[in-house]
């Protein structure tokens, strides 16, 4: 046995206390829905979870009158610091349970249990303490005095980081005053679900978060709910299109973030063994399942073969296996028809000319796999340098000059993110400026801050989440709301608990 | 000083190292040929190391692993005493330490050098003879520290004498300090030839040579970028291994430092074929954080660099952890401080 073949160190998943069977979490109870119930496996054996309700018609109904009356009658009418409170509770208790939320995700999902106890999870801590700081501070949002919230808003996110998607969506929702119906994708409910318990534990309000689960047939009735004021989704840019189609003409307010083709530029005077890391983690961080991924490494040509080189020998040591062993550094593919599409599109590369270079990688019998792949020679007219692939396969073009470097970067349908990897700090400021990209990272890759706004251009989406900018998404500025700001019901003491008991007293008089 | 002769060499003279800068600077070892091509090295993100290193910190050795990486470690081991108290009991003691780490448990591997002041060398060399005689090959080392170790502040004549001396009461390996303050002044043909003259100084009747060891002591040379500058000019000069710190500067051995010189290694045989070492001394004294440097070697060079003559721990207090460690994996409890010897 040589030292590198570390002995298994798997995260034990003894720590969860799963039900068998999940309802859907309405007006502060789970309930079963009426739609056909599904099963949640996971990715990397195929094993199930835990079975999963489906919400019909009637149960989206449900769900966003529950959210409209936990609206009218008790979240608009707390004020900021005792909604902040909540977020606060919220943010510790996952905090708290954050090893446990870390194997559900891992398990659920396929992501290294490094990933989502590493970065997921904390983020998504982090998202809470964030807004629930800005709870009681809405005058500073830039709206004007005392901004309103929409009201309900219908919140569809994807598979590919659950419950920080989560955290992205309800965080602000929650901080500016409204209510939530929130539908979690289909192969990953679990966390929203045990996020459910936390709400729960954390004694919100009834009715304040709802969390139904179902496919895409569901999101699309919660879309078009005619109560809804306001939609969130995150996920692929066809679904974004069909949802701004049914949301035009409504009154719904809509911020969509969606797919992307970023665009990693290696100058020649880059850190280059920072650079390498910065490509690992820009498209093989979360098997590429990022939408803000550096699929498109666009770098100088002095440099290239070196570049490659380094690369290629870094993907050698890559771990791909057991996604809950802390090892393991490329966990397993979510679910059997993204691993089609990934593989549809990288024999799509081949046909056209691309060269293909895959680390050698012994893939697990059962579970969904695809090894860490690199394309080379490839030009901007190959589908692998247009198409979001979603998964672990990186492009390389070159370019020779700054100017090329920027026109190549810019050459997508998206604009997402985009790196810039230089020693040169005026240089990083300059090519920036010209890049269309909602997030440019210079030397670094994939990070993210609560405080720093996200989101897309052209066809990435519209709309900002994190930062200040993220509140914009769920406030309207400073008009007369339905209700004068006299009328709130303005606990006399700071204490939560008290504001709680009104709370839950002003539920019952309704 | 020593009535031999002082031969200061040049390193065009020298066959050992001429092959090394030639193939790099042609034959002109000028500060400005240097320069020139020191900074052409791709620069380093002092943020992206770090995070690097604190992700090769998240790996999780256990049961066989670790047990192994113990064993590793002990194997990898440069014993250090380097005290002004130091007595020739006390290297004594030090080397019987070093045969048998913990007499408790046979299986226990010796570790690979002891590491003392010049003066000291002829002590170890008698506690050791027995010991390296039966084991051919399988030796422990005698390294000692040379060159006005620790701040390098003396004639370079008084460091050729340190050397050479040295080397000729038996030791095995030198650990030679860099002069910081002409690297830092930006003399960089000072510090070329130095390590130029040292490396010369190593070399024996029999014109095999000493193993050099060269300390950057990058707790002084503060930036990453000089560094990696400093252990490039220490390759090109003709050191064998290049070695964090003296242990005597404060910070001493970090990964982040460890991982960048373990790079420019790696870049070194990408370029020659040739394997440099590399040391990591000071400040690593418990068994997690010396399989932390492990992980890094075998993830960023590979593992046939985790051998004695390419990576060396300098350290003192980190055997009695392993061996704790040790103990502790084979009989599964815990003992305490009593059951490890001191040295």
């Known amino acids: 046995m040589t030292f590198l073949e570390y002995a298994p160190a798997p995260e034990s998943k003894a720590i969860l206390k799963l039900k068998p069977e999940y309802g859907l979490f309405i007006d502060g109870k789970f309930i079963s829905g009426h739609g056909k119930p599904f099963q949640t496996i996971s990715p990397s054996t195929e094993d199930p979870i835990a079975t999963i309700s489906c919400a019909n018609e009637q149960d989206v109904d449900v769900a966003v009158s529950a959210a409209r009356r936990s609206y009218e009658h008790i979240w608009s009418r707390l004020n900021g610091a005792v909604r902040g409170k909540y977020l606060f509770r919220i943010a510790r208790l996952i905090q708290e349970r954050s090893r ?63 419950l920080l998607m989560l955290a992205w969506k309800i965080a602000p929702a929650l901080a500016a005053g409204n209510t939530v119906v929130l539908k979690p994708a289909e192969t990953t409910p679990l966390t929203a679900l045990l996020f459910a318990e936390i709400l729960e534990q954390a004694d919100m309000p009834p009715g304040v978060v709802n969390i139904i689960t179902g496919a895409g047939e569901t999101g699309r009735l919660l879309v078009n709910h005619p109560d809804v004021n306001k939609v969130a989704f995150t996920g692929s840019t066809a679904v974004g299109r069909e949802i701004a189609r049914a949301v035009s003409g409504t009154h719904k307010k809509l911020t969509l973030e969606l797919g992307g083709k970023g665009a990693n530029i290696v100058f020649e005077d880059a850190p ?39 690369l290629k020998s870094r993907l050698s040591t890559l771990r791909l296996g057991d996604p809950l062993d802390k090892n393991t550094d490329i966990g397993a593919i979510n679910s059997p028809a993204q691993l089609e599409r990934i593989k549809a599109l990288s024999s799509a590369g081949e046909v056209e000319g691309a060269t293909r270079w895959s680390a050698d990688c012994v893939m697990p019998a059962k579970g969904f796999w695809f090894p860490p792949t690199i394309f080379t020679n490839v030009s901007t007219s190959h589908s692998v340098a247009r198409d979001e692939i979603f998964g672990p396969v990186l492009s390389v073009l070159t370019f020779r000059t700054p100017a090329e470097a920027i026109a190549k970067a810019n050459n997508t349908p998206y604009g997402l993110s985009a790196g810039i990897w230089t020693d040169k700090g005026s240089r990083i400021l300059a090519v920036a400026d010209e890049l269309r990209a909602g997030v440019v990272w210079a030397n670094t890759f994939n990070r993210f801050d609560p405080s720093s706004p996200f989101g897309g251009y052209k066809e990435s989406g519209y709309g900002r989440e994190g930062g200040r900018h993220g509140l914009l998404a769920y406030l309207k500025s400073g008009a007369p709301a339905t209700f004068k700001r006299s009328e709130k019901q303005v606990p006399t003491s700071a204490s939560p608990v008290k504001a709680i008991r009104r709370s839950r007293m002003t539920k019952r008089v309704v | 000083m020593s009535s031999r002769e002082i031969n200061i060499v040049t390193p065009k003279q020298d066959a050992a190292i001429a092959p090394r800068f030639n193939l790099i600077l042609g034959d002109n070892p000028s500060t400005a040929n240097l320069r020139r091509y020191l900074s052409g090295i791709p ?19 256990k049961s066989t692993s670790k047990l192994k990486s113990l064993d590793k470690i002990i194997e990898l081991i440069d014993l250090t005493t380097l005290e002004g108290a130091d007595t ?34 002829p002590y170890a060399v008698d506690s050791l003879r027995y010991f390296n005689k039966m ?12 060159t006005a170790f620790p701040s390098g502040r003396a004639s370079l004549n008084a460091k050729i004498v340190d050397t050479t001396e040295a080397v000729a009461a038996g030791a095995d390996e030198i650990d030679m300090v860099i002069d910081r303050g002409a690297f830092l002044s930006g003399h960089f043909d000072q510090v070329f030839d130095q390590i130029a003259s040292i490396k010369a100084a190593c070399r024996r009747p029999d014109s095999t040579y000493a193993c050099l060891k060269v300390i950057l002591e990058t707790g002084e040379l503060n930036t990453y970028d000089n560094v990696r500058e400093a252990s490039w000019l220490a390759i090109l000069a003709g050191a064998d291994f290049i070695k964090t710190s003296t242990g005597k500067v404060s910070p001493a051995a970090t990964l982040p430092m460890t991982l960048l010189m373990l790079e420019a290694v790696r870049d070194w045989y990408q370029l020659t074929g040739e394997r440099i070492g590399v040391k990591p001394a000071g400040g690593i004294r418990n068994s997690k954080e010396a399989i932390r440097y492990l992980v890094t070697v075998a993830e960023t060079v590979g593992e046939e660099w985790l051998q004695p003559h390419l990576f060396r721990f300098g350290a003192s207090s980190l055997l009695n952890d392993v061996l704790l460690q040790r103990q502790k994996m084979k009989t599964g409890h815990y003992s305490g401080s009593n059951y490890v010897t001191i040295d």
């Not at chain 2, 290297?91 to 000291?120: N, W």
């Not at chain 2, 084991?135 to 040379?146: E, F, L, P, Q, Y």
């Open chain 2, 43 to 61: 620069k380093v993100d002092a943020v992206g190391l770090e995070q690097r290193a604190a992700a090769l910190s998240t790996r999780s050795i």
């Open chain 1, 100 to 162: 446990e939320l870390a194997v559900a995700e891992s398990w659920d999902n396929g992501k290294p249990i490094k990933e989502s106890r590493d970065v997921d999870i904390p983020l998504v801590a982090a998202w809470f303490f964030y807004y629930a700081g800005w709870a009681d501070k809405l005058d500073y949002a830039g709206l004007g005095a005392d901004p309103q919230p929409f009201g309900v808003a219908a919140q569809v996110i994807p598979w590919n980081f659950p």
């Open chain 1, 272 to 310: 280059i063994d920072q650079a390498v890391e910065g490509i690992v983690n820009g498209i093989f961080f979360n098997q590429g399942h990022v939408c803000c991924a550096g699929s498109r490494l666009i770098v100088q040509e002095s440099i290239h073969d070196d570049l490659i080189e380094r």
């Open chain 2, 88 to 121: 020739p009991g006390k290297i004594r003691s030090l080397a019987a330490k070093a045969i048998r780490p913990d007499p408790s448990d046979p299986s226990t591997p010796h570790v690979a050098a002891v590491c003392v002041y010049g003066d000291m060398v």
């Open chain 2, 135 to 146: 084991r051919d090959g399988n030796s422990i080392k005698i390294a000692a520290v040379a």
